[in-house]
């Protein structure tokens, strides 16, 4: 089978496409040919080993995981002999992060457990768009169980793969919904529903009067005083992603938060079957869709992945693979 691989950590250039040994899956695995993968944040963490902290995770001198890709969509060819879940010829999607990875090529074995219904209505390059970017927008605006109609709610980083599902997610809830990012994606956020954009290059939202029940970040930046600051008594900062020195802070932070009238934490990202359903559900009824801006074949991966880096994508970033 041909797979994009990664030998060590680099730059996209440092990609290769290769022919491999197709896998064989376990007892509770199945295998998956794919038809498409997304690009998430931590491939490109994955593939540039940085910040340095990461390679704790990823692999000290070298990447353990030496295909990348997380989300897929595709079809299931065989499984293991203790699979219950899924039957060959079933169209599925999901998450392999907390897996083994390797959704960058042809085929890849994943645990069953990770894996749901691809839904109906999607293409491919749809379905691949949703698992990781979609559960942690489900999580983050859930993770504190607080989220209510009428609700004021800021998305920081909303045109990315989160945040696009956040705004959508969060008007479904009945939420006031203000989305941060930059002015080339504010068209896009307002047509997702968002009450009120904010360009970030213009305007700091941690210093305006305005106050939120809840702020989901995906890309935290701001000192966590500032973030209190607009923060309704009994509101929540959920952080998704950012530097590593405000994560760090933050996990202390959380630690004593119990005692605090606001609350503030990192989402711990759980990928699971049951949260692919609801999304499943959600948009197979039109009421949530993945917002996708380019795709790109298996054998531009390296292409993919430098427009990525640029951090001008609307949504997601696909692979596909014929």
Not at 167 to 186: I, M, N, P, S, Y
Not at 219 to 234: C, D, E, G, H, T
């Amino acid at each position: 089978m041909r797979a994009i691989c990664n030998e060590k950590y680099g730059l996209p250039h440092e990609l290769q496409l290769k022919e491999m040994e197709r896998p064989i899956p376990k007892p509770n695995e199945v295998l998956v040919e794919v038809h498409a993968a997304s690009i998430n944040s931590w491939d490109w963490d994955y593939l540039t080993g940085k910040p340095l902290i990461y390679r704790l995770l990823f692999g000290l001198f070298g990447p353990k995981h030496k295909i990348l890709g997380a989300d897929i969509a595709g079809q299931i060819v065989s499984i293991g002999e203790k699979v219950k879940l899924c039957k060959p010829g079933d169209l599925v999607y999901g998450d392999l992060s907390s897996y083994n990875w390797g959704g960058f090529a042809e085929f890849v074995c994943a645990d069953e457990k990770l894996l749901s219904v691809k839904p109906g209505d999607l293409t491919y390059e749809e379905a691949a768009a949703v698992p990781q970017a979609g559960v942690l927008a489900l999580q983050g605006l859930l993770c504190n169980g607080d989220i209510q109609p009428g609700h004021k709610v800021l998305i920081n980083g909303a045109g990315g793969g989160v945040g696009t599902f956040a705004v959508q997610l969060a008007k479904l809830w009945g939420a006031e919904v203000t989305a941060v990012d930059r002015f080339e994606k504010l068209e896009l956020l307002r047509a997702l529903g968002a009450d009120h954009v904010i360009d970030y290059q213009q305007e700091d939202f941690t210093k305006s009067e305005k106050k939120y029940d809840l702020i989901l970040d995906v890309i935290a930046q701001k000192p966590l005083s500032r973030y209190k600051n607009v923060l309704n008594p009994n509101g929540a900062l959920v952080v998704v992603g950012g530097s590593v020195k405000l994560l760090l802070k933050l996990a202390v932070a959380s630690l004593f938060s119990k005692n605090s009238d606001k609350k503030m934490g990192i989402l711990v990202h759980k990928p699971n079957r049951q949260d692919l359903k609801v999304l499943q559900e959600l948009l197979e009824s039109g009421k949530l869709k993945p917002v996708v801006d380019k795709c790109f074949p298996l054998d531009k991966t390296t292409d993919a992945f430098e427009y990525y880096g640029k951090g001008l994508a609307k949504g997601k970033i696909v692979i596909t693979i014929p």
